[in-house]
């Protein structure tokens, strides 16, 4: 007779421990018929009419990854293989970007009013002028080659204004090292800086004088056109702007504040054309009028009038009296161009010992 199963080995029948008494007994299914129901969570009891709801288990997210460290990410760097414009190219943008700069193109609406200001009151006798001669047909009141003496208040105001700009702020923030990197050398920047400046003087004074001739060319008065007077005019006004632009900017560079450059400028203009008309006027009134013509050329406006319009492209003299004359010319000449080359030795000193910081 073949040995029955225990009950033990029914399927669906729990284990039960040897011992009942033993501790780990494990409860009893809540099914009578002996199958394992799934275990509820701990709950209110059921009352009546009212049944045990299951509580659903959140299911446990993973945790997320830490970014990894070290990660090189790609912003778009590239080498550049294109053509390379070179130095000659990197000083002219320097010039012309210094040149936007001295009329305050690009950049704040308060920048643009001092030198458009003085440019409108620098066309005050051109615009004068030819209203008269408009209206009497009679020659310009103003002379061409007396043009820059005439207005020479308005010309020293608006280089003590802006040369400082031209290099105060590349010395205040010292970035001079920046330009001089590659391929700009420090021959290149002050020349550049010159340049700019130089052009923007002579804009503001041959502009009314272009302007001017071309009205008396329109309104045609009596007598021959003053082609020659406009022509020396100009000459006088390449000149006048090289020698003043190079005597601000190095006066301006010496200090990194604009305020400071300014009324440096300007003291330079009113202390020379102060001692020129002082000791002109004491030497005249002794009779010493040889004297007095070299005092009157202290004033660079008088000293380039004298030097180019009158000494070498005989015009007449702008000044109150006569300049030096004959051999003394040279002289006047040699002057000009000793100021235009001291100013620029004393920059490029100035900045090679700005950029060695």
Known sequence: MPDLPDDRDRPGTPDLPDDPNSPGTPDLPDDPNGFDTPSRPAGPPAGPGRTRERTAVPETLPAPSAAPAGVIHDIGYRHYDGVRLGRAHAA???????????????????????PFALATIMMFPTVVSIGVMALIKREPIISYTGYAVTMQVVLAIFLAAQSPYTVAPDLRFRVLPLYLSRPVRLVDYVGAKVAAMTAAMFLILA????????????????????????????????????????LGVAIASFTPRRGLGVAAVIAFYLLTSAISGALAAMLESVNDYTAAAWAWVINPFFLVDAAVQVGLLGAKASG?????????????????????????TALILRYRKAASR
């Open 92 to 114: 002219a943008a320097l010039t012309l970007h210094t040149l936007r700069g001295v009329f305050g193109l690009g950049r704040p609406a308060r920048s643009k009013i001092i």
């Open 207 to 246: 502009v009314p004088l272009t302007v001017l001739f071309v009205g008396e060319l329109v309104i045609d008065p009596p007598g021959p056109a003053h082609t020659s007077g406009y022509l020396t005019a100009l000459a006088g006004a390449v000149v006048l702007a090289v020698m003043l632009s190079c």
């Open 320 to 344: 109150p009296t006569t300049y030096p004359a004959g051999a003394d010319v040279v002289v006047t000449i040699l002057a000009v161009v000793a100021l235009i080359a001291l100013s620029v």
